[in-house]
Each structure stands twice: as C-alpha cells, then as structure tokens.
C-alpha cells in the first residue's frame, strides 16, 4: 500500500501585503474561505490523512466546530511570530502517531489552487527521494539585477533557477531539528528546503503547476476568483 500523510498548513500570518480587516486566509471566494479551499484541496487527495492548522492567538475567524473534512481530522495549534516558527510549533503538536520519520508536507494557508496532479507527482519522486522534495516551477522572465539607483546592472541567466512553491514535503523529525537549528542560528528560513539546505539536505524540485500560486495582494485573489468561476 502506498503510504500517506499528514500536512501542517501554517496559517497564523496577518496578510499584510494583502490589506484589509480580516486575515487574507479568511476571505471568502465562491462561498468558502481561502483556508477551507487549501484544506479541501488537501484533504480530498486519498493519499493525505490529516492536517494541523497553525492558527494566531488572536485569531477571531476560526471555525472552532471544523473538526473533520472528507472524514479525515483538522486539528489546530498556536502559531509562531514568524511562518518557520508556525511550522515548528505544527511540527511539534502532531498527533504520536506520526513518526519522527514519517513524511509531512508543510503547505501555505494562502495557497488553495492546489491540484491532485501535483500532489501525484510530489508523491512520486518521494518514493525515489525519500530526502525531501518540493513543488517548483522555473524562472521564466528575463532576470535583471538592479544598481543602487533602480537601473539595470546586469542581466542574470535564468538557467537552473526554480521559485519554489508548497507543498514542501520533509521527514517529522529532521525538518523540526532544521527549523530549530535556523532559528537558534537566527537564520531567517522563507521556506523548509532553506531550512534543510542548512543541514545539507538537497530536496528534489519537482515541476509543478503555475498556478499553484501563492495569494499574496489583492490581484493575486482575482486571479483565484477567476480559476474557481472556470471550474
Ligand atoms: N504564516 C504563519 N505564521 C506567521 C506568518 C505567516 O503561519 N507568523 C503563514 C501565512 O498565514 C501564510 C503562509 O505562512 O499562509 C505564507 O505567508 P505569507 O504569504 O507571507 O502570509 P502573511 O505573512 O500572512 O502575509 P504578509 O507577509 O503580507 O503579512
Ligand atoms: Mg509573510
């Protein structure tokens, strides 16, 4: 039998690029918030057991009687000050029967166009690199490096350059001693494979959609009503 997995969805950020009264997470489109469309994305995929939502301690917009979704349980935790920080403490509340060497994917609340496709070939190239892996997608834009002033300095080849993406999918145990680490470090970590390169973990990229996009700004949200209205 093919294994599955738990997830760990930090969702304690305040979206302040995104703007507005409520956290961006919780904005609604087609009648659902952001967060519950990331959580269905996840929680329909017959290979994803579980997940634990890292939530902010003031928190208002939590639907506390959201305990189960496709029959599978959604349990919460407090968040940390920084997105690795609310990874740790998902880490650390997991349920004991995951296993320090289970894997567990860390995917973005504010990421909810994610496809079974993709969550297919994650789960794939585990099989053949059991290290680590995440969803990636390579540079396609002509990359300038800017002088002090805001001119062009350079052009930069794009070449083997990727923007990485979630699902980011680690061992439980390893991937907490490496935010741990960073964060005893003071390493700023934006993502888990950053955290892991410091202990020299090389995670495969694995390609997956553009449109597993992050929402970041309110055009960002547009582009999320739209792919749901096309659904
Ligand atoms: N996140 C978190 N804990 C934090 C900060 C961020 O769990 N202390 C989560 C966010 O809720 C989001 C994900 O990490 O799902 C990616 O972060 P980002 O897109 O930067 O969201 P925000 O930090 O909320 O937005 P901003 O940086 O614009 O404030
Ligand atoms: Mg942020």
């Not at 009687?65 to 609310?86: I, M, Q």
């Not at 993406?165 to 964060?183: E, I, M, V, Y």
Request: some cysteine; aromatic content about 6%; charged content about 20%.
């Amino acid at each position: 039998m093919s294994s599955a997995y738990w997830c760990v969805i930090p969702a304690a950020g305040s979206g302040a690029r995104f703007g507005g009264d409520m956290p961006k997470q919780y904005v609604e489109v087609a009648g659902r918030s952001i967060l519950l469309h990331t959580l269905d994305a996840l929680l329909s995929h017959p290979r994803v057991k579980g997940a634990m939502v890292a939530l902010s301690n003031d928190d208002a917009y939590w639907p506390a009687a959201l305990t189960r979704l496709h029959g599978k349980p959604v349990l919460t935790c407090a968040g940390g000050v920084s997105r690795a920080a609310s990874v740790s403490n998902a880490l650390a509340a997991l349920p004991v029967e995951v296993g320090q060497g289970d894997i567990v994917l860390v995917h973005d609340a504010a990421r909810p166009n994610l496809a079974h496709g993709d969550l297919d070939a994650l789960f794939d190239a585990l099989a053949a690199h059991p290290q680590g892996a995440i969803l990636a997608a390579p540079v396609r834009d002509t990359l300038k490096r800017a002088n002090d002033e805001g001119d062009i300095a350079a052009t930069e080849p794009r070449e083997k350059l990727w923007r990485a993406f979630t699902p980011q999918a680690f061992p439980r145990g390893l991937l907490a001693k490496a935010l741990g680490d960073a964060a005893t470090a003071g390493a700023q970590v934006t993502d888990e494979a950053m955290a892991m390169e410091r202990i020299g973990i090389r995670a495969r990229l694995v390609e997956g959609r553009e449109d597993n996009f992050k929402i970041t700004t309110p055009a960002d949200l547009a582009r999320f009503e739209f792919m749901v209205a096309r659904r």
